[in-house]
């Protein structure tokens, strides 16, 4: 079992989208472990944080995850204000939205966000502009959240408990960077249509600009570099043009960062190397970084 911990960042500057909101008013292992983080303000000690429990197990996860960080920021002295907010299935429960304009103020004006989880079957009929992953998407799209840090650490207290034979899982030391806001998800054109013969067409856009690639290419690198150099992309540059281009781009940054080891791998080679054996590329001291082009690695 790994110890798992999400991290989305953005890098840019926010820019809301009118018309997506609705008022809520309207309707190397070492033991003991001991993580340590670095305050994004230097000298700031109070912070104000979202929080978005939203569905199923959320709630429960926020609860807990709230106790775990007023306990860490206590032992660095720091302190935080909290709001929750619904969001999500909650929210579309509420007030028939998945992202309310309060919820998402409250989550622009945050120093950070804690969300716990989104959707369930009981909305899963909905229409796609009411389904609570929308919320989702929306956040990200409009606080400009690009780059999704994704540990995976198996802790030797948890081994046992991994569905992988311990001599395959113990070790394991990666980082997932995955990119979140380009690609097939946000690309246009979108939607079902009708084509000339009366039949139903979904089309799913899957597109990337040189600067997306390179903004996700560098958080990779400057990873992988705080790592000791490993970092591997992951594409299907065999098949898709997107990816041809994906490549290109990682390729072209890679001498900028000549203390890091760049290599490539396909998709679905990925897949089945992650667990057939996921030390493969490891060691102790050589924990290894993998980018992700998102919609072909759909680690949700």
């Known amino acids: 079992m790994a110890a798992f911990l999400q991290t989305n960042i953005s890098l840019n500057a926010i820019k809301i989208v009118p018309g997506?909101?609705?008022?809520?008013?309207?309707?190397?292992?070492?033991?003991?472990?001991?993580?340590?983080?670095?305050?994004?303000?230097?000298?700031?000690?109070?912070?104000?944080?979202?929080?978005?429990?939203?569905?199923?197990?959320?709630?429960e996860v926020i609860s807990v995850a709230k106790n775990v960080l007023q306990?860490?920021?206590?032992?660095?002295?720091?302190?935080?204000?909290f709001k929750e907010m619904p969001v999500g299935g909650a929210a579309l429960d509420l007030v028939g939205v998945p992202l309310p304009e309060e919820t998402f103020t409250a989550a622009k004006l945050s120093d950070a966000i804690l969300l716990g989880?989104?959707?369930?079957?009981?909305?899963?009929?909905?229409?796609?502009?009411?389904?609570?992953?929308?919320?989702?998407?929306?956040?990200?799209?409009?606080?400009?959240?690009?780059?999704?840090?994704r540990p995976a650490t198996v802790l030797p207290q948890l081994v046992d408990a991994s569905t992988l034979k311990k001599e395959v899982a113990e070790g394991v030391d990666m980082m997932i960077v995955r990119e979140l806001t380009g690609g097939i998800y946000f690309g246009e054109p979108r939607g079902i249509t009708i084509n000339e013969n009366g039949e139903e067409v979904g089309v799913s856009t899957e597109i990337y600009a040189a600067h997306e690639i390179d903004r996700i290419a560098r958080v990779a690198f400057e990873?992988?570099?705080?790592?000791?150099?490993?970092?591997?992309?992951?594409?299907?540059?065999?098949?898709?043009?997107?990816?041809?281009?994906?490549?290109?781009?990682?390729?072209?940054?890679?001498?900028?960062?000549?203390?890091?080891?760049l290599s490539h791998m396909y998709v679905d080679n990925a897949a089945m190397q992650l667990i057939r054996d996921p030390k493969q590329v490891l060691t102790q001291s050589l924990p290894i970084t993998f980018l992700v082009i998102y919609c072909l690695m759909k680690l949700q």
Request: aromatic share 10%; proline share 5%.
């Open 20 to 59: 997506k909101y609705s008022s809520l008013t309207d309707h190397q292992f070492r033991a003991p472990y001991r993580i340590r983080c670095a305050a994004a303000s230097p000298g700031k000690k109070r912070y104000n944080i979202a929080l978005l429990p939203g569905d199923g197990i959320g709630p």
């Open 71 to 81: 306990k860490a920021g206590s032992l660095e002295g720091l302190e935080f204000d």
């Open 117 to 149: 989880a989104i959707g369930g079957y009981k909305w899963d009929k909905n229409e796609k502009h009411l389904r609570p992953e929308m919320a989702l998407f929306y956040l990200r799209r409009d606080l400009k959240v690009f780059a999704n840090l």
């Open 223 to 261: 990873t992988a570099r705080k790592r000791r150099g490993k970092l591997c992309s992951v594409d299907k540059a065999n098949v898709l043009d997107a990816s041809i281009l994906w490549r290109k781009r990682v390729t072209a940054l890679a001498s900028e960062y000549p203390d890091v080891e």
